[in-house]
């Protein structure tokens, strides 16, 4: 843990990297009994906190991939280490930290799939007969965020992506049920009522989560996003997607 003190002082991100990069392999090789020495150390949050620094060009981003595939390893079958994570650092301070450090605000696809691989606890397989597993229920919150933040571009490719993995996988929506997606979608959602694309990409991946299991409180939540608008009492722009997921809901829910 004590390589993790490194900080960046005119060697560019090498000498952490090089760091990150030898956790990795360390832990890989003897897998719980060394993630619990870097637990225990507190190397967890000393990782989280080389986001902190001050980066120049695309490093933060880079920066930002590393610490994620290092947090990756640490975590893997390991629910103690991911629950120290979620208690020290914490999915909100997290996704700060990750959409700083990206290019403008807005993730790009490496730091997305970085993030998706934390959720999965390896590396996506888009090529795979079978829906891989989400093993890190906290990490489904951080990639609906990072995703959130991204550009037009990027949630046009990740919220379908997601959708896959959901589809017929019992294991993946059950977690997404644990990790609230219904209400993280739904209030996306209602917060995109100018892009009516994005509101039907959503509209998509909430007709597969809310087909396994959705709550009276979000059934509420939806219904009150059909009531009128403006003092003519207009019909909401995106009434008609909303009533045809809905009916999606229902159906595949029986």
């Not at 990297?17 to 993630?35: F, K, N, S």
């Not at 990206?102 to 490496?110: K, Q, T, Y």
């Amino acid at each position: 843990p004590a390589l993790l003190q490194l900080r960046l002082q005119g060697q560019g991100l090498a000498p952490v990297m090089d760091a990150l990069g030898a956790v990795r392999r360390l832990v890989a090789g003897g897998h719980a009994v060394h993630q619990n020495i870097f637990r225990r150390a507190g190397a967890l949050v000393q990782i989280v906190s080389l986001l902190n620094d001050e980066f120049s060009g695309t490093d933060g981003a880079q920066m930002a991939r590393g610490v994620l595939a290092t947090l990756a390893v640490l975590l893997a079958r390991n629910d103690s280490a991911r629950k120290r994570l979620a208690h020290d650092v914490g999915t909100d301070t997290l996704l700060k930290l990750v959409v700083r450090l990206s290019d403008g605000g807005h993730p790009g696809r490496p730091l997305l799939l970085a993030i998706l691989n934390l959720a999965l606890e390896e590396e996506l397989n888009p090529a795979a007969d079978v829906p891989q597993a989400i093993a890190n229920v906290a990490a489904v919150a951080l990639f609906l965020g990072a995703l959130r933040a991204a550009g037009p571009k990027e949630r046009a490719w990740g919220l379908p992506l997601w959708a896959g993995l959901l589809r017929g996988s019992m294991v993946n929506l059950s977690a997404c049920e644990r990790a609230g997606v219904n209400g993280l979608l739904i209030d996306w959602f209602a917060c995109s009522t100018d892009d009516l694309e994005l509101q039907t990409q959503i509209a998509a991946v909430l007709q597969v989560t809310g087909s396994y299991s959705i709550s009276g409180h979000d059934l509420r939540v939806l219904l009150a996003l059909l009531q009128p608008v403006g003092g003519g009492g207009e019909v909401p722009s995106h009434a008609a997607l909303l009533l045809r997921t809905l009916a999606g809901v229902a159906a595949h829910a029986g």
